[in-house]
């Protein structure tokens, strides 16, 4: 039997194709079939300009994309030997941006995308999840409503910024701005302790084991309940391989194939559209059945995100979780709040960290346009995973955009034989349900998968 | 006219806003046509060297006595002030020449310089009484020069 | 009007940004609309409904409320099977406003300039003859790249309380889009004076000479509601873009237009000949409170 459903909640929409046999997903594929183009939409441009159209591949993580972005164009002038000065109060304001935009993706995506869904599970109680009327629903809205505002304080706005150019940034911060996002980040760190971990903070971040699963209160606590009660921790798991592409934010880039964490090699990173349309090719392949490409390393699929982060960096109390649940549908939703406390302490010390003494912004010898030819890479951790934006630049303007967003990795398409990261992790679900909660797991930003 | 005026300085300023105030009108009007900004060169030269003409006067006050003697108009005449109408025709016709692509990008002191150094030198040969020729015949040949200084190439 | 009118926001082609941004307007205000308004559905938000079933039903929709371009073109964009145009279209007959939330529902915004598909447009020109033709109130277009929240949400009261709202000739509310971007800034000074940034990074300057600042050009409240309550990209040191005009995008956005060093484009309805006269007397005088930084740190 095949089952298809339109998926929403997940940034725009996706459909999803099951295959049963005896009332198991023995196949499954999720279809995105809308293409907006950004790659197309960037040939021509002056380079600067992909400061402002990037940003606009995504609402939700539009500064993963602009720093990206400001990352690969900074990368021009290196790799055309041109010396290009940035200093760590940039940097670190850049970081900052990044950040909160993290933090305030995983609490909207956790009370608006996943919650509803795993607290249905359980008629009747759990009420206050629900979505419009729950009021743990409105009150995650408002927090994150809340924390925004500390971005908007170096940004000016969110969404859709571009306070991030090569050479710095365009904000100069005085301590009394600094003090204030410090305050929206304190807020934040009380809806952690008191809505999710119902503990404090350094408690939390002193979990080490799987056994600490005891001391959450809060919706967490509910979650991990509905997860045993439910079998969340026995479903959604993959090829159990992870991937780091940047080291930013304290993450540690690499990645885990079998137990232990190696280094990257971008060169691996192999992008493949053998699944997927054609924008200039009228007639498709009937092979082809989704906007989004596949995207491998070293000719195998990896799982990227806040679970790969806590794996590769080593964060205990994940490990010691995904010692006992692997990568399943449960390990990844904890991994993705657990980095939420992580992030949350890290904000305070960049904050604490910027001098505000150090210039913003460092003009750049020379004007991109000015460039004759070059090529380059910008990789950063963005709120779901790895983000690669690689750029070439000719005679002053842009040649070439290439987007590697990091819902492409986890639900790029796959064949029957090696179906992708979040494919097989739907294989075997036994309810449409389940299979939509595995799929949620992964945060899925339908905008950025074929941007 | 000395009694309209409280001192030396009033009297100078008044006569440079005055001469200025001239040219000023002159290539307002002529920035107003709408001909090619080529043609604006060649006519502005003319109606200049129309003005050497007619009220010499006029032009030496500006390079003998103004240019010369700065520090009388330091107070009220601070920079462009008191030649800025004329300094905004000059603007207005680079800049429209510009985006037309009739003139090429460059610095606007450079291309401010090309103007006044052509026509305030030739101002001062004429005042100097060394041309052969009446000094409107020179005019086509000073415009030629100005706009292929300022003109713009692929 | 219902108590309660019924919302319905629809998805095109979009990048969400606008949703989020209504999510974060301030959270008071985000709960006064969620009581005052029955959201029906929203792709990113409701759980409860589905969009083909409203469409099936006899159900009416007050505020039609449209996030994203319109295409007719189901090769690259489909929702719900459906092409973008159909299923407007289709809305629009039961909705009595229609509200173009943002530049790409307004005009096609950034996704027009896909041109693989040429068929990228705002809900306006979207409209087939019946729908276009049934709409009592013309619609109500909200440019920005973001839109606001707070523009959302006064133009759903404001219609709400008096039932119609007065728009500008690019069907924008009046009240909203008669102030510059310009108006506002706390850079103001410095444009005043023509103290110029030098470069980025900096409290003090204008960015009007050298970094695009559209502000002065631009139709918007962003310096008059602040974003998320706190700032501005003014205010912090980024150059407005005019997203809220529809030439956004142009290009060479973050770098201003200039012919021998001269600006290309000059303060809305200002003459070039007055802006720049302003401009030489200003320039004329150095003004050392305005050169000087803005607020001297010790050590």
């Known amino acids: 039997m095949k089952t298809v459903d339109i998926i929403e909640r997940i940034e725009g929409e996706a459909h999803l194709k099951l295959d049963w046999r005896n009332g198991v997903v023995k196949d499954s594929r999720i279809e995105f079939l809308n293409f907006r183009g950004f790659e197309y939409i960037l040939e021509g441009k002056a380079p600067l300009d992909a400061l402002v159209y990037t940003p606009r591949i995504c609402g939700i993580c539009g500064q993963a994309h602009l720093l990206a972005t400001v990352n690969a164009l900074e990368n021009l002038y290196k790799n055309a030997n041109i010396d290009l000065e940035v200093t760590k109060k940039a940097k670190l304001l850049r970081e900052l941006g990044l950040a909160i935009e993290i933090l305030d993706s995983h609490i909207k995506w956790f009370y608006m995308f996943i919650m509803p869904d795993v607290a249905s599970l ?330 | 006219m000395y009694n309209y005026f409280s001192s030396k300085e009033e009297l100078a300023k008044y006569a440079i806003k005055y001469s200025t105030n001239i040219v000023a009108s002159q290539l307002r009007e002529i920035n107003n046509m709408d001909i090619s900004s080529k043609e604006k060169v060649y006519l502005f030269t003319r109606q200049y060297f129309q003005s050497i003409k007619d009220s010499p006067e006029v032009v030496e006050y500006f390079l003998r006595v103004y240019l010369s003697n700065r520090e009388v108009f330091s107070n009220g005449c601070e920079g462009f002030l008191c030649v800025g109408d004329f300094v905004t025709e000059v603007m207005i016709l680079l800049e429209e020449g510009a985006s037309k692509k009739e003139f090429r990008e460059q610095d606007f002191f450079t291309a401010f310089s090309m103007f006044m150094g052509a026509l305030g030198g030739f101002a001062f040969l004429s005042g100097e009484n060394v041309l052969e020729k009446d000094v409107l015949e020179y005019s086509d040949g000073i415009a030629e020069n100005i706009y292929r200084a300022l003109k713009y190439e692929d | 009007m219902r108590i309660k009118p019924k919302v319905l926001w629809f998805q095109g082609i979009t990048c969400n940004g606008n949703t989020h941004s209504l999510l974060c307007a301030n959270p008071n205000r985000l709960e006064l609309f969620l009581n005052s308004f029955d959201l029906i559905y929203h792709p990113s938000l409701t759980t409860h409904s589905n969009l083909l079933d409203i469409i099936n039903s006899n159900e009416g929709i007050d505020f039609l409320l449209i996030e994203g371009a319109i295409s007719n073109n189901t090769d690259f964009f489909s929702i719900s099977n459906s092409s973008t145009k159909d299923l407007l279209n289709k809305l629009v007959q039961k909705s009595t406003y229609v509200v173009a939330v943002g530049s790409c529902a307004s005009y096609g915004g950034i996704h027009a300039k896909f041109e693989l598909n040429e068929d990228i447009t705002g809900v306006q020109n979207s409209l087939d003859k019946r729908a276009a033709t049934r709409l009592k109130h013309k619609v109500i277009n909200l440019t920005g790249c973001p839109v606001h929240p707070e523009w959302i949400l006064q133009t759903l009261f404001i219609v709400k309380s008096h039932g119609k709202i007065q728009l500008d000739d690019e069907n924008r509310p009046v009240e909203m889009y008669s102030t510059l971007a310009h108006h506002g800034c706390t850079r103001n000074e410095y444009f005043e004076w023509k103290v110029e940034s030098d470069h980025y990074g900096t409290k003090e300057g204008c960015l009007f000479y050298d970094q695009g600042c559209r502000g002065p050009m631009t139709k918007s409240s962003c310096n008059k509601i602040l974003w998320n309550d706190v700032n501005s990209k003014t205010r912090v040191g980024m150059p407005c873009i005019g997203c809220t005009e529809l030439d956004f995008p142009r290009e060479n956005m973050l770098e201003t237009k200039k012919h021998i060093g001269i600006p290309f484009e000059t303060p809305l309805g200002i003459s070039k000949r007055a802006y720049l006269s302003l401009t030489g007397v200003a320039k004329t005088f150095k003004i050392n409170r305005l050169q000087d930084k803005l607020i001297k740190y010790d050590d």
Not at chain 1, 228 to 256: A, Q, W
Not at chain 1, 300 to 323: D, Q, W, Y
Not at chain 1, 334 to 343: N, P, T, V
């Open chain 1, 122 to 451: 359980s008629q009747g109680k759990y009420k206050d999840y629900q979505a419009m009327n729950g009021s743990k629903w409105l009150d995650a809205i408002k927090v994150a409503s809340d924390t925004m505002k500390g971005l908007a304080i170096i940004g000016g706005q969110w969404p859709h910024t571009s306070y991030m150019i090569p050479g710095g940034v365009m904000c100069d911060p005085t301590l009394l701005e600094l003090a204030t996002i410090e305050n929206y980040i304190d807020q934040a760190i009380m809806f952690f302790e008191k809505n999710l971990s119902g503990v404090s903070i350094s408690d939390y971040m002193s979990f080490n084991s799987v056994s600490n699963l005891d001391d959450l209160r809060a919706d967490l606590k509910d979650f991990k309940d509905l997860s045993f009660e439910h079998g969340l921790t026995n479903i959604g798991k993959s090829y159990d391989k992870f991937f780091v592409i940047s080291d930013m934010l304290g993450f540690k880039s690499g990645r885990i194939k079998l137990i232990n964490a190696g280094k990257i090699n971008l060169d691996k990173i192999k992008e493949s559209d053998e699944f997927s349309f054609d924008a200039k090719d009228k007639k498709q392949n009937k092979k082809k059945y989704s906007w989004a490409k596949t995207v491998k390393y070293d000719e195998n699929f990896f799982e990227t995100g806040p679970l790969a982060r806590a794996m590769v960096g080593g964060r205990k109390f994940i490990k010691s979780i995904h010692k006992e649940y692997d990568d399943s549908v449960f390990t990844r939703v904890m991994a993705r709040m657990d980095e939420m406390a992580y992030l949350l302490q890290k904000c305070k010390r960049i904050i604490k960290a910027v001098d505000i003494s150090e210039p913003s912004f460092i003009k750049p010898k020379i004007k991109l346009k000015d460039i004759y030819y070059a090529k380059a890479v910008g990789s950063i951790e963005a709120a779901r995973g790895s983000l690669m934006h690689e750029v070439e630049i000719e005679k002053g303007k842009i040649k070439s955009y290439n987007v590697i967003t990091p819902t492409v990795w986890n639900l790029g398409p796959g064949s029957k034989s090696e179906p992708g990261v979040a494919q097989k992790a739907i294989i075997g679900s036994k309810s449409l349900k389940e299979a939509t909660i595995t799929l949620r797991s992964f945060d899925v930003c339908s905008v950025c998968t074929t941007h």
